[in-house]
């Protein structure tokens, strides 16, 4: 073989094994529970699991069969049940979903045609393929639906039916906050292969100096935030937030309740105390707002956040990663469904940024104070329904990853969203602070 088809080949058998590694965790979430709770709407926010299951079979046969293999179709008939734009979550229970077993059988078709695809496709032939792209598209796409899937898993009433082992436990002691200096850095990436569209182009952004928590805000902090009235105080929350929190009746995190004098948390059919010193999950983003306002901070804009993520000062240049450029591995953070939980603040020294900010990635995601715009210079790749059309939206960003968002779905440069409202996603924050420049 050439260096150059050796590189193709080994490229195909990297991509197959992560689409195999995708197809494990949705066989993981999927088999964990029966057909009628596979069918059953576990909450209006969410789909039927089986719903998911066929649509993350669905994209691959549009993109992989159909666009990149042009191949004839296996169920054009079912298209429209499974475009999210034609039917919201709370009415897909009532379309004429395949049933479970149906959803598998289609799902495993659609995946011996796709390796099919890739066994033998030209990959210089079209941007679409050009490093896998289209490839690592529909990896991203199921690990995402998985976390979704995840997410409908912590929704459903009933005994435990997922298993993981506890995070880890040893921690370096991680406290205050870290000071970014001014100056411009790269936000973006013109070079990550699989970097979806609205992570381009690679662009400058002047950003100034700022002061950042080292860490995510914990259970033990937000518990006081409640203590002190948090939520009984208008003063803290924006108008938006305090009509929201009149409204919804929101008085502490999704999943928690007291328990005693303290609080204890369902996740995943288990309770348990609530651990002070793990991330706080399950807020709203202004919940977050409210938390930073109290705590006498705001939250980070999405530009600092990346900057803390990924800004390099003894280079200037913007790593991959808070630790570099490596994929991530166990040791640097908690990603992937490996555990069911945050991990404990101090407990990936490993996975800091060169200024010592920790857990930027996985545990779980921060909300950030920005709306969802395209990058300048931003092109529609390959489908405007991903990103584009969310633009201007009634959106918050959240970055980093969560425990439950997998590796191929999660670098410096992910952007998440969701409406400000939303807390059934594994959301938390940390905050940040202006700098004045005699603080420097
Ligand atoms: C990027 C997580 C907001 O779940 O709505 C899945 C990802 N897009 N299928 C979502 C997505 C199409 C998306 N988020
Ligand atoms: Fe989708």
């Known amino acids: 073989m ?17 689409l195999e590694r995708a197809r494990a965790r949705t066989t993981v979430l999927t088999d964990a529970v029966d057909d009628a709770d596979l069918i059953r709407q576990h909450s209006p926010l969410m789909s039927p ?19 990149v293999g042009g191949r004839e179709p296996l169920r054009q008939d079912i298209d429209k049940l499974y475009d999210a734009f034609r039917h919201p979550r709370r009415d897909r229970p009532a379309l004429p979903l395949l049933g479970p077993a149906e959803a598998r059988a289609y799902v495993h078709e659609v995946r011996d045609k796709a390796l099919d695809v890739l066994d033998r496709v030209r990959l210089d032939e079209r941007r679409l393929v050009a490093d896998g ?75 100034a100096a700022f002061a950042i928590d080292a860490a995510p805000v914990t259970n033990s902090r937000y518990a006081e935030f409640i203590a002190d009235g948090g939520y009984d105080d208008p003063r803290w929350w924006s108008e938006r937030g305090w009509t929201h929190r009149q409204k919804a009746g929101l008085d502490a995190p999704l999943h928690w309740h007291r328990d005693g004098d303290g609080w204890a948390y369902t996740r995943f059919g288990r309770t348990e105390p609530v651990i002070g010193d793990e991330p706080v999950v399950h807020v709203c983003f202004f919940e977050a707002q409210a938390y930073a306002a109290w705590a006498g901070k705001r939250l980070p804009t999405e530009a600092e956040w990346e900057k803390a993520a990924r800004f390099d000062p003894a280079t200037g240049r913007s790593r991959r990663y808070p630790w570099g450029d490596d994929d991530p591995t166990p040791r640097h953070a908690n990603l992937g469904q490996r555990h069911l939980a945050p991990a404990p603040v101090g407990a990936y020294p490993d996975g800091a940024s060169p200024l010592g900010v920790h857990q930027l ?70 905050c940040a602070r202006d700098v004045t420049p005699d603080a420097l």
């Open 2 to 18: 050439t260096q150059d088809s050796e590189h193709r080949h080994d490229m195909r058998l990297t991509t197959a094994a992560q």
């Open 49 to 67: 699991l089986v719903w998911d299951l066929a649509h993350v079979g669905n994209q691959e046969e549009l993109w992989l069969v159909r666009d």
């Open 133 to 207: 792209f289209a490839f690592g598209m529909i990896v991203q796409h199921e690990q995402q639906h998985d976390e979704t899937m995840l997410a409908t898993h912590q929704l459903r009433n009933g005994p435990a039916v997922l298993h993981a082992p506890a995070p880890p436990q040893t921690r370096v002691p991680v406290t205050g906050e870290v000071l970014v200096p001014g100056g411009p850095f790269t936000m973006g990436t013109d070079t990550e292969a699989w970097a979806l569209d609205n992570e381009r182009p690679a662009h400058t952004v002047d950003v």
């Open 361 to 430: 990635i996985g545990d779980v995601w921060e909300w950030v104070d920005s709306g969802f715009h395209g990058y300048p210079g931003f092109t529609v790749f390959p489908y405007a329904e991903y990103s584009q059309v969310f633009f201007g939206g009634d959106y918050r960003m959240l970055r980093g990853g969560s425990f439950g968002t997998d590796a191929a779905a999660c670098r410096g440069t992910f952007r998440n969203w969701d409406h400000p409202i939303r807390r059934q996603i594994f959301s938390g924050f940390r």
